[in-house]
């Protein structure tokens, strides 16, 4: 039986990776401080931790645990926070994945499988944007998960540790949260459903990748079987402005709500969208939902949660 650690595994792509992994037959653990994840979210034949990846305590897991392969997703991913607090953003997404890596190193774990994330790209001077497109992150968060993809090329050069680095658009689905990451799908969905304004920051003229996390875990099981240590965009390669979100959204619900629109963020760019041929072509990846088809599938989830 291989054997996976996950780390953010009680959030909303990593428990959904965790499913699917004991869905194959793996033994997973879980480690996660529950800042932004969830208990209820850990699947019931998971191990769990509740623990910070910085804590030296990790050294104990990775020994006992034997692991063949780590999924690296537990972050300080709310950009409007690392706008607000780089240092902390840096403490947990940096300091926090040395410690991993260290510890990845110390037991020779066989991959590392890393979600990084179109905010490393910045402001996008191509569209779609490939995995050469320049790196110029527009928040402290992207920076960070720009910083940890280095350090793991370093690790592979230093120390042998493979990986598959994972630049996700903006994922949605089951599970994810109107704050802490506050994905725009989930706050609408949320605010919608529950008959309270929902609004949009910018002109919402804004666009963004829109992708379903089912897809996104698929990419992940197929990261295991890679013999390629690079990155690699998980996108639909489609652009949706926020107006036309919230349109079909509104639909969805149906909601009588008009357009509100607030200031726009700092931090946020305007228009995103990643190519995604490289993924196709080496791991033969494709999604699986169009916007249509996995935003019905959310509000099936938001509705429940909203009349629980």
């Known amino acids: 039986m291989k054997r996976a650690l996950i780390t953010g595994g009680a959030g ?17 653990e879980i480690v996660d401080n529950l800042y932004t994840g969830l208990k209820k979210n850990v699947p019931g034949k998971a191990v769990f931790h509740e623990m910070d990846i910085r804590d030296a305590a990790m050294d104990e897991i990775f020994q006992e645990g034997k ?20 240092a902390f953003d840096a403490e947990a997404n940096i300091i926090g994945g040395i410690n991993l890596l260290q510890m990845c190193k110390k037991y020779k774990i066989k991959k590392v499988v890393f979600s ?13 944007a490939p995995e050469s497109h320049p790196q110029n992150p527009a928040s402290p968060y992207g920076i960070t998960k720009l910083a940890f993809e280095k350090y793991l090329y370093f690790y592979l050069k230093e120390f042998g540790l493979k990986f598959v680095i994972l630049r996700y658009a903006n994922i949605y689905g089951p599970r994810q949260r109107s704050d802490g990451e506050g994905g725009v799908v989930a706050i609408f ?21 829109l992708t379903y996390v089912g897809d996104v875990v698929n990419a992940n099981l197929m990261a295991m079987d890679c013999d390629r240590c690079e990155a690699f965009n998980v996108s639909t ?19 009588n709500q008009e357009k ?18 490289k993924i196709r072509s080496s791991m033969e990846w494709r999604p699986q939902h169009d916007l249509q088809s996995g935003l019905a599938k959310t509000a099936e989830f938001f509705r429940a949660k909203i009349l629980s």
Do not use: W
Request: with cysteine; hydrophobic share 35%; aromatic share 12%.
């Open 12 to 28: 909303f792509i990593g428990s959904h990776v965790a499913d699917a992994l004991l869905d194959k037959g793996f033994y997973v």
């Open 67 to 86: 692991f063949d392969i780590v999924y690296h997703l537990a972050a300080q991913m709310d950009i409007r926070k690392s706008v607000a607090d780089p």
């Open 116 to 128: 990084s994330t179109c905010a490393s790209y910045g402001e996008q001077i191509s569209f779609p």
């Open 189 to 209: 969905f949320e605010r919608l459903l529950a008959g309270k304004k929902a609004f949009i920051y910018g002109d919402g003229n804004q666009t963004r990748d």
């Open 237 to 255: 390669g489609q652009e949706t402005t926020i107006n036309s979100l919230f349109d079909i959204m509104k639909d969805l619900t149906g909601s």
């Open 260 to 277: 509100i629109y607030q200031p726009p963020r700092e931090g946020e760019t305007m228009r995103s969208v990643l190519d995604s041929s």
